[in-house]
Protein backbone atom coordinates (compact mmCIF):
# COMPACT_ATOMS: atom_id res chain seq x y z
CA UNK A 1 0.00 0.00 0.00
CA UNK A 2 1.34 3.54 -0.70
CA UNK A 3 0.23 7.25 -0.77
CA UNK A 4 0.09 9.51 -3.49
CA UNK A 5 1.29 12.81 -2.69
CA UNK A 6 3.11 15.97 -3.66
CA UNK A 7 6.52 16.20 -2.84
CA UNK A 8 7.19 19.64 -3.05
CA UNK A 9 4.25 20.18 -0.90
CA UNK A 10 5.59 17.44 1.42
CA UNK A 11 9.58 19.42 1.32
CA UNK A 12 7.50 22.24 1.79
CA UNK A 13 5.71 21.05 5.01
CA UNK A 14 9.29 19.51 6.26
CA UNK A 15 10.98 22.91 6.28
CA UNK A 16 8.20 24.43 7.80
CA UNK A 17 8.14 22.29 10.87
CA UNK A 18 12.35 22.24 11.18
CA UNK A 19 11.62 26.23 11.41
CA UNK A 20 9.31 26.17 14.00
CA UNK A 21 11.41 23.50 15.82
CA UNK A 22 13.92 25.45 16.01
CA UNK A 23 12.47 28.86 16.78
CA UNK A 24 10.96 27.13 20.02
CA UNK A 25 14.59 26.03 21.25
CA UNK A 26 16.48 27.94 23.36
CA UNK A 27 20.36 29.36 22.91
CA UNK A 28 22.42 28.54 25.17
CA UNK A 29 25.32 31.44 25.85
CA UNK A 30 28.66 30.67 27.70
CA UNK A 31 30.79 33.47 28.79
CA UNK A 32 34.23 32.68 29.53
CA UNK A 33 36.67 34.16 32.33
CA UNK A 34 39.80 33.85 32.42
CA UNK A 35 42.20 33.76 35.49
CA UNK A 36 45.91 33.64 36.00
CA UNK A 37 47.28 31.52 38.78
CA UNK A 38 48.58 34.64 40.76
CA UNK A 39 45.26 36.60 40.11
CA UNK A 40 45.53 39.57 42.66
CA UNK A 41 42.73 40.77 44.92
CA UNK A 42 41.04 43.76 42.64
CA UNK A 43 41.42 42.11 39.41
CA UNK A 44 39.24 38.89 40.90
CA UNK A 45 36.72 41.06 42.45
CA UNK A 46 36.41 42.57 39.19
CA UNK A 47 35.85 39.38 37.20
CA UNK A 48 33.55 38.34 40.28
CA UNK A 49 31.22 40.84 39.34
CA UNK A 50 31.16 40.25 35.78
CA UNK A 51 30.44 36.84 36.74
CA UNK A 52 27.78 37.64 38.77
CA UNK A 53 26.18 40.14 35.76
CA UNK A 54 26.68 37.32 33.43
CA UNK A 55 24.51 34.47 35.43
CA UNK A 56 22.00 37.14 36.35
CA UNK A 57 21.60 37.76 32.43
CA UNK A 58 21.13 33.96 32.01
CA UNK A 59 24.23 32.97 30.53
CA UNK A 60 26.65 29.84 30.96
CA UNK A 61 29.58 30.36 32.87
CA UNK A 62 33.22 28.95 31.78
CA UNK A 63 35.76 30.26 34.49
CA UNK A 64 39.42 28.88 33.62
CA UNK A 65 42.97 29.73 35.46
CA UNK A 66 45.34 29.84 32.40
CA UNK A 67 49.01 28.39 33.84
CA UNK A 68 52.00 29.93 31.25
CA UNK A 69 55.03 28.43 30.95
CA UNK A 70 56.73 27.40 34.26
CA UNK A 71 53.34 28.28 36.17
CA UNK A 72 51.97 24.98 36.25
CA UNK A 73 53.27 24.43 39.65
CA UNK A 74 50.81 26.45 40.72
CA UNK A 75 48.08 23.88 40.41
CA UNK A 76 46.87 24.45 44.12
CA UNK A 77 46.59 28.46 43.69
CA UNK A 78 44.35 27.99 40.65
CA UNK A 79 42.03 24.94 42.03
CA UNK A 80 41.70 26.97 45.34
CA UNK A 81 40.68 30.16 43.64
CA UNK A 82 37.84 28.65 41.01
CA UNK A 83 36.39 27.07 44.50
CA UNK A 84 36.68 30.05 45.91
CA UNK A 85 34.75 31.16 43.48
CA UNK A 86 32.32 28.68 43.05
CA UNK A 87 31.78 29.51 46.73
CA UNK A 88 31.08 33.24 46.00
CA UNK A 89 28.50 32.42 43.26
CA UNK A 90 26.53 30.13 45.04
CA UNK A 91 23.49 32.10 45.50
CA UNK A 92 23.72 33.33 41.62
CA UNK A 93 24.57 29.90 39.72
CA UNK A 94 25.18 26.19 40.43
CA UNK A 95 28.23 24.77 39.78
CA UNK A 96 27.89 21.86 37.19
CA UNK A 97 31.36 20.82 36.93
CA UNK A 98 34.43 21.52 39.12
CA UNK A 99 37.94 22.27 38.60
CA UNK A 100 39.36 20.08 36.22
CA UNK A 101 42.78 20.16 34.69
CA UNK A 102 42.97 20.19 30.97
CA UNK A 103 46.29 20.28 29.31
CA UNK A 104 47.39 23.65 30.63
CA UNK A 105 44.11 25.57 31.59
CA UNK A 106 42.10 24.35 35.02
CA UNK A 107 38.35 24.94 33.70
CA UNK A 108 35.26 24.93 35.79
CA UNK A 109 31.17 25.38 34.60
CA UNK A 110 28.87 27.11 36.38
CA UNK A 111 25.23 26.99 35.34
CA UNK A 112 22.67 30.31 36.29
CA UNK A 113 19.72 29.50 38.83
CA UNK A 114 16.31 29.74 37.43
CA UNK A 115 14.25 32.47 37.88
Do not use: W
Amino acid sequence: MCKALDYKKFLYDQKKREKFLKAKTQKVIVKEIRFGPQTDQHDYEFKKKHAIKFLQDGAKLKAFVFFKGRSIIFKEQGQILLLKLAQELEEYGKVEQLPTLEGKKMIMFVNPKKN
